[in-house]
């Protein structure tokens, strides 16, 4: 063989064992979620759950024949902390994706970093709208999946005409409750008939607010609570409601962050009747249900933990990113974007959840009674999927606003009255 030839089969054998080197080299997925602190009791499961969902997946066989493994970092319920740890698994860590993030405070201080970086964040819990970033799928419940059809509940079943809009102090409550005032009013309620009451995380002193409630619901009125109250706080708050003898008979509680996790650690005997609105429960009597829960036990290896509605959301946004994944047939960041457009997957309650260009999903929307199992009796169900919207039609200045990440709108925050965007958009 002569020099040329030995160089040329060289160079080939080279390039090959760099193929295979990269073919073999793991996507990194980031987990982006509070394991100590306040919100540690909602989201340490989310943190299992992503791992359960990168087990499966490389028991599959990965994604581009490539494994998948698991880069998980504690904020540690610290919302400057978020932004830290968001940079360090974008620039030190340099994972493909992310999966993470509870609070809407915590999504904030995320959100330039993973622009700046150009980041992907599957974000899994409801929130309040009024944002669309390319940088991030929001597979939660935005307000119209959630809050609103809570609302309609009481008013149209219960026939709740006072209304308690209590939540922590921080920007999903207050931005939700911003709406839910307006739709209240809209519908003929009256100020004095709205009490609105804000709470620091991790509040524990309950006994002033709920005699408050108390006293606000003895006008003679039927009354409700509309909870939009955070993380371990709910334990103190569920227990002083039953302390005071407030049943769901006499003033009942319809909460939008109280899943089946966090009423594991409550005696839920005093509170059957109270109500939560989630587009998942457990109790869904379905197989792919059943099939899910199994898997999470015994990936967990304790028969007594629950699942609830955020780890489906984890479950559907990985399904849909590992679709658009191979699609793409590239982990980087924009093509999978545009691969995401349209992407079906199955959920947990039977039917199917579809990516929309504004970067929220398709989901059904559930209301659930509390049982003395610290199960939920789905009491009311939409009867097909709902088609998440990102700006309220309830808000001043967000009534003209739309989003839309396809050409030719190509951003989240389009005005259909001016015909511009303001803010980021896609080019």
């Known amino acids: ?129 009024e944002e669309s970033s ?3 799928f929001y597979t939660g419940a935005a307000p119209n999946q959630q809050a609103i059809p809570a609302v309609d509940y009481f008013m149209n079943e219960l026939g709740i005409e006072r209304w308690v809009l209590a939540g922590t102090d921080y920007v999903y409550p207050r931005t939700t409750n911003r709406i839910l005032e307006q739709y209240l009013k809209d519908h003929g309620v009256a100020d004095e008939d709205i009490m609105i009451n804000y709470t620091p995380f991790g509040h524990a002193d309950w006994q002033s607010i709920v005699a408050d409630i108390r006293q606000f619901g003895s006008a003679g009125k039927p009354t409700g609570v509309v909870s939009t109250i955070n993380g371990d706080a709910n334990v103190p708050f569920y227990r002083e409601l039953a302390n005071q003898g407030i049943t ?50 015994d990936f967990i290896g304790n028969p007594d933990r629950v699942t609830n509605d955020p780890m489906e959301a984890h479950y559907i946004g990985f399904n849909m990113w590992a679709k658009a994944v191979e699609i793409a047939g590239t982990t980087e960041v924009d093509a999978v974007r545009q691969a995401m457009y349209g992407v079906t997957v199955p959920n947990l309650t039977g039917s199917h959840a579809t990516m929309f260009p504004n970067h929220h ?6 209301i659930g009674e509390i049982q003395t199992d610290g199960q939920f009796d789905i009491v009311w169900q939409t009867p097909g999927t709902v088609i998440g919207d990102a700006w309220s ?35």
């Open 361 to 366: 999903i398709t989901k059904p929307v559930l």
């Open 393 to 427: 039609n309830y808000l001043p200045g967000s009534r003209e606003i739309i989003a839309d990440w396809l050409p030719p709108v190509s951003c989240g925050n389009f005005n259909i009255r001016t015909g511009q965007c303001s803010g980021q958009s896609y080019e």
């Open 248 to 297: 769901a008979e006499d003033i009942p509680v319809i909460a939008f962050s109280v899943g089946e996790e966090e009423l594991s650690g409550i005696d839920t005997g005093p509170l059957v009747g109270h109500l939560a609105a989630w587009n998942y429960f457990m109790s869904a009597d379905v197989d792919v249900n059943y099939d899910f829960i199994d898997a999470w036990i």
């Open 1 to 129: 063989m002569n020099l040329k030839k030995l160089v040329f089969a060289t160079s080939c054998l080279a390039m090959t064992w760099s193929l295979q080197a990269q073919a073999q080299e793991p996507i990194k997925v980031g987990v982006l979620h509070s394991l100590s602190g306040t919100m540690a009791i909602s989201e340490t499961t989310l943190k299992d759950t992503v791992l359960m969902l990168i087990e499966q997946q490389n028991e599959r066989g990965g994604l581009l024949g490539r494994p998948l493994e698991a880069v998980v970092v504690d904020p540690a319920s610290d919302w400057p902390l978020f932004a830290e740890r968001a940079r360090e698994l974008l620039e030190v860590e340099q994972v493909d994706v992310v999966f993470g993030v509870w609070t809407s405070v915590a999504r904030k201080s995320v959100l330039p970093v993973f622009e700046e970086l150009n980041g992907l964040l599957f974000y899994p819990v409801q929130y309040e709208g």
């Open 134 to 136: 390319k940088n991030v």
